[in-house]
């Protein structure tokens, strides 16, 4: 994520702000320019002819649109399906942390020039259903022909925890749940040409095997003893298409927290370990970099300095993962699949 600036003052300005905190002006962010602004709804000194998501209204949206009657949704809201009631105040609070996850998942999407448009608009893109699972036993976070569903529960940071535990997973956050779920959808995109699907199968193997037996078998008799060294995780073992996921996330992951680590000018002098020798004056911006071992190398540094430096407040690490080699092309394989699609 990049770090903003206010237009009125030049102070900085974070993603999820609606006030600049130096000189007390509505903000927003629009998404055309990649810049916050002051909307001249709020402010008549700025003719920009910007008004609020509709959802700003709700706090749970800070985007941008053109100030006419066509436009009532920004592009994340748009892409919603079901939301939950105002009258449930405590599914509402929920709502709104799951907002910040998916407004964070459709910036980047935005970054890479992935495709997305409201299912309501086109019956083969994206909708998003935040539903309650309570009495509804079989109701799952999951994806079903563009169709994500997030349960609500799961902004439930206690609930969640929980899960983590049982499911014996190192890492369970909301921005991971997106992240993972709209991997599914660009499989369906991205896999349109024989050649890609090959390829895709030579390295993450045949997705024809029955899923439902796959899950089956996963959750019967676990992850296989060598999981970790051709896997991120141990689900992503369970089946072609949840590695494709899993990777996907992670990929997403990387691109993220270097984007961050650019804006905010970390930089790194030599780090030497006992397999590299990594030497970069400034983290570069993932998005504009061809190469993804340049990438690659630098997410290493980034997030072990971060790690060491989590742990120095008794927290846990931020990214708790050990990439093996085949999980290293599995993820260069989806950077130039976009390099080249895209």
Not at 68 to 81: I, M, P, Q
Not at 83 to 109: G, T
Request: a neutral charge.
């Amino acid at each position: 994520m990049k770090v903003f600036k206010c237009p009125n003052c030049a102070s900085t300005v974070f993603f999820e702000n609606t006030q600049c905190v130096n000189c007390n002006n509505t903000l927003g962010y629009n998404v055309l320019t990649d810049e916050f602004a002051i909307p001249s709804t709020y402010n008549s000194n700025y003719k920009n002819n910007l008004k609020f998501c509709y959802n700003h209204k709700y706090s749970v949206c800070n985007w941008l649109v053109e100030n006419d009657e066509s436009n009532v949704f920004c592009k994340a809201c748009e892409l919603n399906r079901k939301v939950p009631n105002e009258s449930d105040a405590e599914n509402f609070k929920k709502w709104k942390k799951l907002e910040i996850a998916k407004h964070r998942l459709v910036y980047q999407l935005i970054k890479l020039n992935l495709p997305f448009q409201s299912k309501i608009k086109n019956n083969n893109a994206i909708a998003f259903d935040f539903l309650s699972d309570t009495n509804k036993n079989n109701l799952v976070t999951g994806h079903s022909d563009g169709v994500i569903t997030i349960l609500l529960s799961e902004a439930d940071s206690v609930n969640r925890e929980q899960l983590r535990k049982q499911m014996q997973e190192p890492y369970r956050t909301l921005v991971g749940h997106f992240r993972h779920e709209i991997g599914h959808y660009y499989w369906m995109l991205l896999f349109n040409n024989d050649s890609d699907l090959e390829d895709f199968r030579n390295i993450f193997g045949d997705e024809k095997q029955d899923y439902n037996l796959a899950l089956k078998k996963y959750y019967n008799q676990g992850a296989p003893a060598n999981w970790n060294l051709n896997f991120i995780s141990k689900y992503a073992s369970s089946h072609p298409w949840e590695d494709w996921a899993e990777t996907w996330a992670h990929y997403l992951h990387i691109m993220d927290t270097l984007e961050t680590g650019n804006a905010i000018g970390i930089s790194f002098s030599k780090n030497q370990t006992q397999i590299q020798e990594f030497n970069t004056s400034t983290t570069p911006n993932p998005y504009k970099t061809d190469d993804f071992k340049v990438i690659f190398d630098a997410s290493i540094v980034l997030t072990s300095a971060v790690n060491s430096l989590n742990r120095s407040m008794g927290l846990s690490d931020i990214y708790p993962f050990v990439v093996p080699n085949l999980v290293f092309k599995k993820l260069s394989f989806i950077h130039n699949l976009l390099k080249k699609n895209l």
